[in-house]
């Protein structure tokens, strides 16, 4: 079975073939960034987003047909992002699949971003095996997660403000970076001094497993307001010490649900899964526990067609799931969708 996947949630547009032949193979994948384009403004403009989606998704089939040698006739299942995302970008890639499928009179899946993500590391050359326990950060989401099979999701913790991508990215505006900020800031803080800024750990020592990184951002515009003039080593070193707050916070949560769980395999999937300090940390502290942790390859770690692709592929191939083999043609975005709910 080969399956197209469509990822158009936000300013990335992304296309990718995945065969479920010979345990399963990633034929051909392809990416345009918007970055570019949006910096400019400093952020994500939802309508250019759009319409800059419209510009790409056709020239980006082309490449991944002709990257993997097959042709549109050959695809056997269309697979796209439903949400969560912004609307309008959503509604760019679920109307092209759902036109697509419909043309070739095959299934079209709607597919969860997070499970996207989530699912992600499969596609490494190491990947996990299910059951297992999910740390999901990126822009917009910081999740905890059991995960015991395909379609089959426990939400264990969740941020209750600012996720930790959103975090680094108000942080870098605050140290004036440009967007990205996230990238920046974490390149940033590898110039800074370890202690030198120290900043609070929110909810470090809670019962719960769930996260706060709101009241982290706003101790760093204290810190800033405090200083007349920054140098450029006081900025590196708030950008330290913001990162190693966060940082201690994902890795002792992530550590304290997988031992609550009971497993011993750990994926760390989204944008902020790509933070080398992030992963330098949590492979010392997995590793002394006796936990495998597992990662997506980091062309994989942002949005991209080929975890739709393949998130679409064990869709159809699960029992669990009640969107696989859906009629083409009439559909729905859901630009605010829990994975539990899923």
Not at 209 to 219: I, V
Not at 309 to 324: F, I, T
Not at 325 to 336: D, H, Q, S
Request: proline residues 5%; neutral net charge.
């Amino acid at each position: 079975m080969l399956v197209l996947g469509i990822e158009s949630s936000c300013d990335e547009t992304g296309m990718a073939l995945y065969s479920t032949s010979a345990g399963g193979a990633l034929l051909a994948h392809a990416l345009h960034s918007q970055v570019p384009m949006h910096q400019a403004y400093g952020g994500v403009v939802p309508e250019l987003a759009s319409r800059d989606h419209i510009r790409r998704v056709v020239p980006l089939l082309r490449q991944v047909l002709a990257d993997s040698g097959r042709s549109l006739t050959d695809i056997d299942a269309v697979a796209y992002t439903q949400g969560p995302g912004l609307a309008g970008a959503l509604l760019v890639g679920a109307a092209f699949a759902e036109a697509l499928a419909t043309a070739l009179e095959r299934p079209s899946v709607p597919v969860h971003h997070l499970e996207g993500h989530l699912l992600s590391p499969l596609l490494s050359r190491r990947p996990p095996r299910f059951p297992f326990v999910a740390l999901l950060v990126s822009g917009g989401h910081s999740q905890l997660m059991r995960v015991t099979a395909v379609g089959e999701y426990e939400l264990l913790g969740e941020t209750l403000d600012d996720a930790a991508g959103e975090a680094f990215d108000k942080t870098a505006k605050l140290l004036g970076l440009a967007y990205p900020g996230g990238p920046a800031l974490a390149e940033l803080a590898e110039r800074g001094r370890p202690d030198v800024v120290k900043l609070p750990r929110p909810m470090l020592k809670s019962a719960d497993l769930n996260f706060s990184f709101s009241g982290l951002k706003t101790a760093v515009l204290t810190k800033v307001r405090e200083l007349a003039t920054i140098s450029e080593q006081q900025r590196a070193d708030i950008a330290r010490g913001f990162q190693d707050a966060i940082v201690e916070v994902l890795v002792s949560k992530a550590l304290r649900a997988v031992a609550l769980s009971g497993l011993k395999q750990l994926v760390v999937a989204g944008g902020v899964g790509a933070n080398r300090e992030l992963r330098r940390q949590l492979d010392a502290r997995a590793g002394k526990a006796g936990i495998a942790v597992f990662y997506p390859e980091l062309e994989f770690c942002t949005d991209n067609g080929a975890m739709i692709a393949l998130a679409g592929a064990l869709r159809l191939q699960s029992a669990n799931s009640d969107m696989a083999g859906k009629v083409a043609g009439a559909f729905a975005v859901r630009p605010r969708w829990p994975l539990h709910g899923v």
